[in-house]
């Protein structure tokens, strides 16, 4: 049995500590005497610098542009949804005055619930009295139908929410509207023109880009290309543009390209999208070529000129 402490085992054990700097002086000369006697130890570090040597080779993944925006749209939903109270926290809240009423409250209980009885006799004569006006599908269809509506109405107003929050919360709920009216439209278009918050420009595109069938939209899309300033923005929509195959984006792009301090990375985006645009390649498999994704009629406007 070996005098010296490093045996096979420990030897083994500490060869990336060998590798690295982290190693005492001490142990290392000890180690390397192992090592200069022990030939199968020799191998094992022979193949350990070896993957050492492949590791430090590979490069670094970049992390997509649309990482960043990403991540803290999520954060911010996740931040509104912790932050909101739970409904039975809000209703605790306002039963709990409720809860210890003192005489003159006691009154005003009786005579509530007094004229509740009255309002609810009254509803269910009248009920009876104009069943033949309207039949039981016709009634139970009217709240199905002003469901979307109100959906739509919220969405507004929260997109004229003063709070980034909130604004990023309408435009993640368009997504699950079944059909999204012109107003709504409107409002995201604007929405991407003019918001201060560059997450919220970068997520109301993306939900706008879900909309690209409507030629409302592409019209709005392209018409957005000169007005942005954040590269980000910038290199999003010329995406957009090339995954919807709006070849009428190639005069606007090109007119983005002569805009003075264009970010590099930005104009070689465009580059690329205009050439790809111009000689006709889909870049989206799941998108018809050559023709407005199913629409009656072609938009000439979407044609580049030779």
Not at 1 to 10: A, G, H, Q
Not at 35 to 47: K, N, T, V
Not at 58 to 68: K, M
């Amino acid at each position: 049995m070996e005098s010296n402490p490093f045996n096979c085992d420990n030897t083994r054990e500490r060869l990336v500590d060998w590798l690295s700097p982290r190693l005492p002086a001490t142990e290392r000369a000890e180690m390397e005497a192992h090592l200069a006697r022990c030939p199968a130890c020799r191998q094992e570090l022979a193949a350990l610098q070896q993957l050492w040597s492949t590791l430090g080779a590979v490069d670094t993944p970049e992390p997509s542009e649309q990482l960043r925006p990403r991540f803290y749209s999520m954060l911010a939903e996740f931040q509104a949804a912790e932050s909101r109270p739970t409904l039975w926290e809000q209703a605790k809240r306002w039963l709990q005055p409720l809860l210890q009423p003192g005489p003159g409250l006691r009154l005003a209980y009786t005579l509530l619930v007094l004229v509740a009885g009255l309002a609810i006799g009254y509803g269910v004569s009248n009920q009876r009295q104009g069943a033949g006006a309207g039949s039981p599908a016709t009634l139970a269809a009217a709240p199905e139908a002003a469901a979307p509506d109100q959906e739509q109405r919220m969405v507004l107003a929260m997109l004229e929410n003063p709070s980034a929050t909130q604004r990023l919360r309408a435009v993640s709920s368009t997504k699950d509207i079944a059909q999204v009216n012109e107003q709504v439209v409107n409002a995201l278009l604007s929405t991407l023109n003019n918001d201060p918050n560059v997450n919220v420009r970068l997520a109301t595109l993306e939900a706008l880009a879900e909309l690209g069938r409507d030629p409302v939209v592409r019209q709005g899309l392209v018409h957005s290309l000169t007005l942005q300033e954040s590269p980000l923005v910038q290199s999003a929509l010329a995406d957009v543009m090339v995954q919807l195959q709006v070849r009428r984006s190639v005069k606007p792009l090109r007119q983005l390209l002569q805009q003075g301090g264009l970010n590099e990375a930005v104009k070689t985006k465009i580059e690329s999208s205009i050439k790809t645009l111009s000689n006709g390649r889909n870049a989206d498999p799941s998108i018809p070529h050559n023709h407005e994704t199913q629409q009656p009629r072609t938009d000439s406007r979407d044609t580049v000129a030779a």
